[in-house]
């Protein structure tokens, strides 16, 4: 089953550091394991010092942007992997060790990041402008999925004789999701990783109701899709917020801007560490040597 899709500053964690105290977190016929004890076994590790660093952003972070973070984005985001999922979306959860509620913070935390990145950005007409030659609206399709491009040819011939792609779908697609219901997927766009590349290269040039006249080869095997709306592009000035979304997806996913960003909010929460042992766990980023473009 696929991890899930939350990276935030390079740490997904989803437990906390115990606070310090005599009170025991386990114990054996040995002796018992105290709280104060596993602190200072666990701060001294690498893991120890992610989770910390981890909890001090979160907190930096709520408090910078946490109002323009809603609930409501923090749900979509949520369903999204419900839907995506399915019935193995609680199996999915428990290999990742999480719970619903886990999953909703690290959710959250990510939104956090990615509106830090957003506001530390700014954008220009011309990157507005370059990001756009790559846009393509979300569009919405049908698709008949078969192993043999003899196949794909025959469904092809049946559909310029006349038949129906819902009646072709049911009768030849091996795509058990999609083949009783036309072969309808989700709409997308093209910042769309999961569909293979050929797939939408094809179907962003098809016009509302056309169909590929030729088999389309994709990691799956090979497959007809059909056009169901495809929106006018219009100018770059009517996806605005679509385009800078997409530069932040970018800004996100490049190490050296995300350590840019990261190091700024740190600066601007104050952040003292009383512990001296941990004293350095944010050097990489507080430290003026460490500044990155």
Known sequence: MKKWLIVLAGVLMSFTLAA?????????????????????SLKGTSSGKQVLQQMILNKVLEKQYGKKVKDSAVNKDFNKYKKQYGSSFNAVLQQNGMTASQL???????????????????????????????YQPKVTVNQILVSKKSTAETVIKQLKAGKSFSSLA???????ATKNKGGRISAFDNTNTSLDSNFKK???????????????????????????????KGTYKDHESELKTQLVDKRLADSDTLHSVVSKVLKKG???????????????YLSSSSKKK
């Open 170 to 176: 049911k009768k030849y697609s091996t795509d058990t």
């Open 104 to 134: 909703k913070d690290s959710i959250r935390s990510n939104l956090l990041l990615q509106q830090a990145v957003r506001d530390n950005t700014k954008f220009t007409d011309a990157q507005l402008k370059a990001q756009f030659k790559s």
């Open 20 to 40: 310090c105290g005599s009170k025991s977190v386990a114990t054996t016929n040995g002796g018992k394991i105290t709280e104060s004890a596993y602190y200072s």
């Open 202 to 232: 094809a179907a962003f040039k098809l016009k509302n109701g056309d169909y590929t006249k030729t088999p389309v080869k994709t990691q799956y095997g090979y497959q007809v899709i059909q056009m169901v709306n495809h929106p006018a």
């Open 270 to 284: 104050k952040v003292t560490i009383q512990d001296k042992d941990l004293q350095n766990v944010l050097s990489d």
